[in-house]
């Protein structure tokens, strides 16, 4: 069974840019996840989806962060326009069924702001 | 507010060793609480799920114990391999789905 993937693995870009990173989760978890990790402190969560819906988007620091979920398979996460304090990794990770089992992350897209 | 605080932040051991790493955490209503692994440059690796106070999960040299208000990630005769950051996530009643994490533990084994 494939894990989950994460495209890209590095993005640099400048102050203002647009990027948009990708999470394909395992096949058949409802549930998809994004976190993020900042210089020197712990994974944050950013939102949740549940097929296509946003369950919990209490995580999205403002909204310059979108994030979609079309058909409920793939997802994206846009930042647009990029700022310096958005550097960090982003994490990606899927579960399956509502109850409390394990998320499984997918090896992270590491931003970097300049 | 939930909180998870993990300690100490960064173990060094010999290799055959043994120790432990400490989660604490106060959540409203605790719903599991995860063990993660976490090599440089890729995601946390799943380890363990606890869900009550007096479980225990064990994995090769690892074993994982619960309690109302911490739990114990036990290394048993490490390897150099153990090397890695430890992370420890839990899952309030009242949160959803999400992890709140705590800031890890980097444990290094010389051989």
């Known amino acids: 069974e494939a894990g989950v993937t994460q495209f890209p693995s590095h993005s640099v870009i400048e102050k203002g840019q647009t990027v948009t990173l990708r999470c394909d989760p395992i096949?058949?978890?409802?549930?998809l996840y994004w976190y993020r990790r900042v210089m020197g402190k712990e994974i944050k969560f950013l939102l949740h989806f549940v097929k296509e819906s946003k369950q919990d988007e209490s995580g999205m620091p403002n909204n310059r962060f979108l994030a979609e979920r079309t058909g409920g398979t793939y997802s994206t996460l846009k930042v647009q326009p990029a700022e310096l304090e958005d550097s960090g990794v982003y994490f990606c990770a899927s579960k399956r069924g509502n109850k409390p089992y394990e998320q499984y992350f997918g090896p992270g897209t590491r931003l970097t702001v300049t | 507010e939930d909180q998870v605080t993990q300690s100490p932040e960064a173990l060094r051991l010999q290799e055959g060793e043994s120790s432990s790493l400490n989660c604490s955490y106060t959540?409203?209503?605790?719903?599991?609480l995860f063990w993660y692994r976490q090599d440089p440059g890729k995601g946390p690796e799943f380890l363990f799920t606890l869900y009550s106070a007096g479980e225990e999960k064990e994995k090769e040299r690892l074993k994982a114990t619960l309690t109302k208000k911490e739990s114990f990630l036990h290394i048993t005769a490490p390897k150099p391999e153990d090397s890695a950051t430890y992370l420890c996530?839990?899952?309030?009643?009242?949160?959803?789905?999400?992890?709140?994490f705590g800031q890890g533990t980097e444990l290094s084994v010389k051989p």
């Open positions: 096949s058949g978890h409802d549930n």
């Open positions: 996530a839990v899952q309030a009643g009242n949160q959803g789905g999400k992890l709140i």
């Open positions: 959540v409203s209503g605790l719903r599991g």
